[in-house]
């Protein structure tokens, strides 16, 4: 059963804590992705990796960072340096391969600052 | 200018209508398009993807695209209530490779 997994769906972080949100895939892509989503408002990139041991910031990478040490694995940090943490963090991945780079999403992890 | 506009919306259309989606984008080099459902509270769902000029259909989905204009479009033919969303329209400038760029969606309502 291939798919992605994010965990946990809900987290709550109290100011000036470090929280860590995991992402896994098993569909063997190479590309994964960190969104963040507020409400009523689209996807923003945060980060991105096309390969492993490498990643690229996305439009606001500001407060947060990601690892690639496996290629189904692309953790996300939010540091207490994030000041407006409270969203809905979506992970994707997408295969380069064939021509097509779809992207597949996670189900997402809310994030709320107490 | 945003890199890639969506009609803001809400959409309301009557179940059994045909829903149109509109989607322009700034980059004329842009090789690849996409268009995604997300229900309230849910995740983004791919629902098509479209890489040359012209209609791609897929069910009741047909996706429209014109290079020289820059848009892509959405049409939902025979709308449901089940196709009450958020539509994402996304776009990336390679065809391989590279990260995309996403609209901040259209909220389209059927109506029973």
């Known amino acids: 059963d291939g798919g992605i997994t994010q965990s946990p769906k809900y987290l709550f972080r109290k100011e000036g804590q470090n929280v860590t949100l995991s992402c896994e895939q098993n569909?063997?892509?190479?590309?994964m992705y960190w969104y963040r989503q507020d409400p009523g408002q689209g996807l923003r990139l945060i980060y991105y990796?096309?390969?492993?041991?490498?990643?690229q910031k996305g439009d606001i990478a500001e407060g947060y960072s990601v690892s690639r040490e496996k290629k189904e694995s692309f953790p996300l940090t939010v540091t207490s340096a994030q000041k407006n943490p409270t969203a809905f963090y979506l992970c994707?991945?997408?295969?380069?391969?064939?021509?097509?780079?779809?992207?597949?999403f996670g189900p997402g992890t809310r994030l709320t600052v107490l | 200018q945003k890199e890639v506009e969506q009609n803001s919306g809400p959409l309301s259309v009557p179940e059994g209508a045909i829903a149109s989606l509109n989607c322009t984008y700034s980059?004329?080099?842009?090789?690849?398009f996409f268009w995604y459902r997300q229900y309230s509270g849910k995740s983004p769902e791919l629902i098509m993807s479209?890489?040359?000029?012209g209609d791609k259909e897929d069910g009741r989905f047909t996706a429209q695209l014109n290079k020289a204009s820059q848009y892509v479009s959405l049409l939902i033919r025979d709308s449901q209530p089940s196709d009450s969303a958020t539509y994402l329209c996304?776009?990336?400038?390679?065809?391989?490779?590279?990260?995309?760029?996403f609209g901040d969606g259209t909220t389209l309502t059927v109506k029973p």
């Open positions: 569909l063997n892509h190479d590309a």
């Open positions: 980059d004329r080099v842009s090789q690849s």
């Open positions: 990796s096309q390969i492993v041991n490498d990643f």
């Open positions: 994707a991945s997408s295969s380069f391969r064939e021509g097509l780079n779809e992207q597949f």
């Open positions: 996304a776009v990336n400038r390679e065809t391989n490779a590279g990260k995309s760029t």
């Open positions: 479209i890489y040359s000029n």
